[in-house]
């Protein structure tokens, strides 16, 4: 998952909105939202080279959601999939607080982290490690830290804190729009993360398609006050879209 694009709390209706993409290597087998036969409250779609997932809910309201945090010059061989964070915490028992305490940083290649629920919610990365608790706001997290100014976080915040300033009543196509925002930044506002000039502007837009890696999924997260949450999800294959589905459950 390479944006996510959040607002917690701020909403007249929606105590959580979610708007994020995963952008991935299209060979890698994936499998689209469901609920999992092998851990049914579990609503998320599945990496099926790992097991993990990068944005998932479950039955009792849980909340939890993954980026890389992009650094080149570190290897991943030898290291814990980073997916495994976000199955674990929505199939365990812990709080939000114990799970991320008992996160061994070393584990792992570079990571950013969400877990808890639409009434209190925790962001932990293993580049500096410590807990914070997300306060009521809008936000934006792509692969480097919480909010860190890359054009596509300004981006996506700003279009997301615009769309639900002005919509009591929240249109799922609306923030799927947003998401399919394909426009690079300049190449004054890039990043210089170490994969080359050419790959940072394909990677500057909020939806990505190259030859090879791109958006293969939108997702997003609705959580209302009364304790419903809508999960929708679009699946892309080489930048087309393929597949919609759309998930209405009460928290139990």
Known sequence: MCLINFQFQ????????????RDEF????????????????????????QGGTWLGVDKTGKFAALTNFRDPSKPEAGKISRGALVRDYLAGTQSPTDFLAAINPTDYTGFNLLVGDADRLFYYNNIQPAVTEIAPGTYGLSNHLLDTPWPKVIKGKKYLYDYLSSHEEVELDSLFNILANSEQASDSELPRTGIGLEFERKLSAMFIKTPDYGTRSASVVLVDYDGTITFAE??????EQNDEQIFNFKVK
């Open 10 to 21: 701020k909403h007249p209706k929606y105590k959580l909105v979610v708007a994020a993409n």
């Open 26 to 49: 299209y060979g890698r087998p994936t499998e689209s939202a469901h609920f999992w036969e092998d851990t049914p409250s579990i609503l998320a779609g599945r990496d099926l080279e």
């Open 234 to 239: 679009k699946t892309f294959k080489n930048g």
